[in-house]
């Protein structure tokens, strides 16, 4: 990892986009796109599912073409017959329709071009411009040379007639792995050594999920890329740093190559985020060895398990747009996707009354077998979301932590002879308590002020505690799961065993958490604020009969922007 990782950024506002200015040079009058419709594309390996760096790339592909009033394509980087999956396809597809974009018919599969590409390289050789080399990896590599000395290639003049006999025959599985490789003749003293005659096409006896057996030779990735750019269109190939210094490779290949457009290739950093790990490899170690629940697990940075977490679209295509591109490489805090997310849900949560870790409370002036019911907004920052009610009677839940027998210097919740308000109810003031054997709380007791119904004291008396309750009688229990990192460093990419720093407390599951009866209407695309708790969502192991709701955030915000 470069330097320039090590900072922490907190993204600015409105930092104005390169690959903007690039674009809207090459589409003006003059330009080398003059006239011409943007036209970008994401091109994922379905090797894995999506996460947030991901996002970030499609937010950077697909936003462009929709600035620009242009198109984006989807195609599956799938030239690379490993570990490749329809099973990835379908959930890349679905990530990328949840986060809002659309390529209508635009979606491809690399794979697609593999007769194309064949008959390219083909040409390339009768131009001269690339043969048969065999040259193990170990010899390609003792003999690459170093910055004073230029490559040595021994098989690079032989005929064009031989190289084209050659890979015919890889072609035809005549040769084992490795055997043979097809070069580019390029530059073998060139300083990028990516430059030094490089591999364009290798054998690989290996059933690809498409084309099944058909092929035993493959394109390498830079070759590949520019001829599948080319063949949809792309103007403007937009990708990540590290194949910066593989551009000229791709002018290379443009530019010798008879094909039917001339995509230009820009480079943006990656996203990279703290507390969390992002590479495929990674990820699916975590999902394989069983360190989470699978690739959706809400502790996940991929885009499934974020959104199971309770992410919403517009919370990630912010986060997005405010970390904005660059070209230097850093890595953003995960508080500050967790802040888009409050931000965002915010807006949108319905507002409820959950007790996590509920005990008693017991109103001993109020009347046994009343009950009252108060009508509550939905959203105070959302009026047309409407209002519901809630059940009030003598029997409520409160949350454990909203009680000390003896009261810490500070603590403003019950305590006895302290009065506290119930949110939207009344003014208690509490009374004392029963214990369990073990010495913990069991019930509180308190009375009520009948004069304070909605919270307010008529003799302007200051009450300084509010905490939320459920009501005893008709609320339901929950499941509830609360998150924390995976990793207990900041920086786990860093370490040389990412295995050795997981979080053992990064889950904790409370079960018979009492929550008010309205949530027995949850749906997952429903986000909630249990107040004073965070915000929450719906898990999909949730039945009826047993509610699971996932936090998908705390309330606090603990992310300081530039600190
Ligand atoms: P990983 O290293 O996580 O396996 P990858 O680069 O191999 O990622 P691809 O499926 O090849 O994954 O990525 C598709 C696109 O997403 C590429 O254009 C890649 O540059 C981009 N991308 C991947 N990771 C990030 C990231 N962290 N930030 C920005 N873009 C990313
Ligand atoms: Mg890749």
Same mark, same amino acid.
């Given at each position: 990892?470069?330097?320039?990782?090590?900072?922490?950024?907190?993204?600015?506002?409105?930092?104005?986009?390169?690959?903007?200015?690039?674009?809207?040079?090459?589409?003006?009058?003059?330009? &080398?796109?003059?006239?011409?419709?943007?036209?970008?594309?994401?091109?994922?390996?379905?090797?894995?599912?999506?996460? *947030?760096?991901?996002?970030?790339?499609?937010?950077?592909?697909?936003?462009?073409?929709?600035?620009?009033?242009?198109?984006?394509?989807?195609?599956?980087?799938?030239?690379?017959?490993?570990?490749?999956?329809?099973?990835?396809?379908?959930?890349?597809?679905?990530?990328?329709?949840?986060?809002?974009?659309?390529?209508?018919?635009?979606?491809?599969?690399?794979?697609? =071009?593999?007769?194309?590409?064949?008959?390219?390289?083909?040409?390339?050789?009768?131009?001269? $411009?690339?043969?048969?080399?065999?040259?193990?990896?170990?010899?390609?590599?003792?003999?690459?040379?170093?910055?004073?000395?230029?490559?040595?290639?021994?098989?690079?003049?032989?005929?064009?007639?031989?190289?084209?006999?050659?890979?015919?025959?890889?072609?035809?599985?005549?040769?084992?792995?490795?055997?043979?490789?097809?070069?580019?003749?390029?530059?073998?003293?060139?300083?990028?050594?990516?430059?030094?005659?490089?591999?364009? =096409?290798?054998?690989?006896?290996?059933?690809?999920?498409?084309?099944?057996?058909?092929?035993?030779?493959?394109?390498?990735?830079?070759?590949?890329?520019?001829?599948?750019?080319?063949?949809?269109? *792309?103007?403007?190939?937009?990708?990540?740093?590290?194949?910066?210094?593989?551009?000229?490779?791709?002018?290379?290949?443009?530019?010798?190559?008879?094909?039917?457009?001339?995509?230009?290739?820009?480079?943006?950093?990656?996203?990279?985020?703290?507390?969390?790990?992002?590479?495929?490899?990674?990820?699916?170690?975590?999902?394989?060895?069983?360190?989470?629940?699978?690739?959706?697990?809400?502790?996940?940075?991929?885009?499934?398990?974020?959104? &199971?977490?309770?992410?919403?679209?517009?919370? *990630?295509?912010?986060?997005?747009?405010?970390?904005?591109?660059?070209?230097?490489?850093?890595?953003?805090?995960?508080?500050?996707?967790?802040?888009?997310?409050?931000?965002?849900?915010?807006?949108?949560?319905?507002?409820?009354?959950?007790?996590?870790?509920?005990?008693? $409370?017991?109103?001993?002036?109020?009347?046994?077998? /009343?009950?009252?019911?108060?009508?509550?907004?939905?959203?105070?920052?959302?009026?047309?979301?409407?209002?519901?009610?809630?059940?009030?009677? &003598?029997?409520?839940? *409160?949350?454990?932590?909203?009680? $000390?027998?003896?009261?810490?210097?500070?603590?403003?919740?019950?305590?006895?002879?302290?009065?506290?308000?119930?949110?939207?109810? =009344?003014?208690?003031?509490?009374?004392?308590?029963?214990?369990?054997?073990?010495?913990?709380?069991?019930?509180?007791?308190?009375?009520?002020?009948?004069?304070?119904?909605?919270?307010?004291?008529?003799?302007?008396?200051?009450?300084?505690?509010?905490?939320?309750?459920?009501?005893?009688?008709?609320?339901?229990?929950?499941?509830?799961?609360? =998150?924390?990192?995976?990793?207990?460093?900041?920086?786990?990419? /860093?370490?040389?065993?990412?295995?050795?720093?997981?979080?053992?407390?990064?889950?904790?599951?409370?079960?018979?958490?009492?929550?008010?009866?309205?949530?027995?209407?949850?749906?997952?695309?429903?986000?909630? /604020?249990?107040?004073?708790?965070?915000?929450?969502?719906?898990?999909?192991?949730?039945?009826?009969?047993?509610?699971?709701?996932?936090?998908?955030?705390?309330?606090?915000?603990?992310?300081?922007?530039?600190?």
């Amino acid at each position: 990892m470069s330097e320039t990782n090590k900072n922490l950024t907190a993204p600015e506002e409105g930092s104005g986009n390169f690959i903007h200015t690039f674009i809207a040079e090459d589409i003006a009058e003059n330009g &080398r796109f003059a006239g011409q419709r943007v036209h970008t594309r994401f091109p994922p390996e379905p090797n894995g599912y999506l996460h *947030i760096g991901h996002a970030k790339a499609i937010c950077v592909d697909f936003g462009t073409a929709e600035k620009f009033g242009g198109l984006c394509n989807l195609r599956m980087d799938d030239t690379n017959p490993t570990k490749e999956d329809t099973e990835y396809v379908d959930a890349i597809k679905e990530d990328i329709r949840w986060l809002g974009f659309s390529w209508d018919d635009r979606f491809h599969y690399a794979s697609d =071009y593999f007769d194309t590409m064949y008959e390219l390289a083909v040409k390339l050789i009768e131009k001269g $411009l690339a043969y048969v080399c065999e040259l193990t990896p170990e010899q390609m590599h003792d003999n690459r040379g170093d910055l004073t000395h230029p490559a040595v290639s021994p098989y690079r003049d032989r005929p064009i007639a031989e190289s084209l006999a050659l890979f015919a025959r890889m072609k035809a599985g005549e040769f084992a792995d490795g055997r043979m490789t097809l070069r580019a003749k390029m530059d073998l003293a060139s300083g990028n050594f990516n430059l030094r005659d490089p591999v364009i =096409y290798r054998i690989n006896h290996m059933h690809h999920h498409r084309t099944g057996d058909k092929w035993c030779v493959y394109p390498m990735y830079d070759f590949a890329h520019p001829i599948e750019d080319a063949m949809e269109g *792309i103007t403007h190939s937009l990708c990540t740093l590290e194949f910066e210094e593989h551009r000229p490779l791709y002018d290379w290949v443009i530019e010798h190559i008879d094909l039917p457009a001339k995509p230009r290739q820009i480079e943006f950093a990656r996203l990279g985020i703290n507390n969390t790990v992002m590479s495929k490899r990674k990820l699916r170690k975590l999902v394989e060895g069983g360190f989470v629940s699978g690739w959706d697990d809400p502790r996940m940075p991929t885009l499934c398990g974020l959104r &199971r977490r309770g992410f919403t679209p517009a919370s *990630i295509r912010n986060f997005c747009s405010r970390i904005g591109v660059s070209k230097v490489d850093s890595t953003v805090e995960y508080g500050f996707l967790e802040h888009c997310l409050r931000e965002d849900l915010n807006l949108k949560a319905r507002r409820t009354m959950a007790v996590l870790h509920p005990v008693k $409370l017991v109103l001993t002036n109020y009347p046994q077998g /009343q009950t009252e019911t108060f009508t509550v907004e939905n959203n105070p920052e959302r009026p047309e979301d409407g209002t519901r009610e809630v059940t009030f009677s &003598r029997e409520l839940w *409160i949350e454990a932590g909203d009680f $000390l027998e003896e009261p810490v210097k500070g603590y403003r919740r019950l305590f006895p002879g302290n009065e506290v308000r119930l949110k939207t109810a =009344y003014i208690v003031r509490c009374t004392g308590c029963d214990k369990n054997e073990d010495g913990s709380v069991k019930t509180v007791y308190a009375e009520y002020d009948p004069e304070t119904r909605g919270g307010n004291t008529p003799d302007g008396r200051k009450v300084r505690g509010t905490i939320h309750w459920v009501n005893a009688a008709d609320c339901t229990e929950a499941e509830v799961r609360l =998150y924390g990192s995976l990793f207990t460093v900041p920086e786990p990419e /860093q370490e040389e065993d990412f295995l050795t720093v997981l979080n053992p407390d990064s889950l904790q599951v409370l079960q018979h958490c009492k929550v008010e009866p309205s949530l027995r209407e949850a749906d997952a695309a429903m986000p909630f /604020q249990f107040m004073r708790e965070g915000y929450f969502c719906l898990d999909k192991d949730s039945t009826p009969a047993h509610l699971v709701f996932n936090r998908s955030v705390s309330l606090k915000d603990g992310f300081k922007p530039n600190k």
